[in-house]
């Protein structure tokens, strides 16, 4: 099974990284553009807009304030559970608190854990284990297609799941 064309497209940013000091990323700068927020540099919190960036590019809808992670909760196709492909949001801090963290599923691992392309993980885009019990949503973003219905596939890890994407 191919997997979704805005996944393709996801994981041709993995490996960029924020650049630290007075410059900044042009791709990051771009995805900000792309969803029409006020931001112009790679130190702000850029999980949403990399998730809108890569959807918007892929020209699939995004969701208004976009760059703030539980934004993406607005997606209106709800899963019950994830599937390759799916936006997923998190907590972060507290499940009742503002502050969050988006990105795309695309696995799990040999423990369950869920595995994530996503930006701004460690200052940059990449795959990493993420908890189920962090998780406040899955959307499914393209209403032309339906979810795939086989199971996550099986990706390696070295189980140490993410705790703060700040």
């Known amino acids: 099974m191919s997997e979704p064309h805005w996944i393709t497209r996801a994981r041709s940013f993995i490996g960029m990284r924020e650049i630290p000091g007075p410059k900044h990323e042009p791709r990051i700068l771009k995805f900000w553009e792309l969803i029409k927020a006020p931001f112009r540099d790679d130190e702000t919190s850029w999980c949403g807009a990399f998730v809108g960036g890569v959807l918007s590019a892929s020209g ?19 899963l019950a559970g994830p599937v390759a492909g799916c936006v997923v949001v998190f907590w972060r801090g507290s499940p009742q608190g503002w502050s969050g963290h988006v990105g795309f599923v695309v696995g799990r691992d040999a423990a369950g854990n869920l595995m994530v392309l996503g930006g701004n993980q460690g200052d940059a885009v990449n795959i990493k284990p993420f908890a189920k019990a962090r998780v406040l949503g899955y959307r499914w973003p393209d209403q ?3 979810p795939p219905t086989v199971p996550l596939p099986l990706l390696t890890s070295d189980g140490r799941v993410s705790t703060n994407e700040a």
């Not at 699939?60 to 209106?76: Q, Y």
């Open 60 to 78: 699939l809808p995004i969701v208004g304030g976009a760059a703030a992670a539980r934004s993406w909760l607005k997606l209106p196709a709800k």
């Open 144 to 146: 032309n297609t339906k």
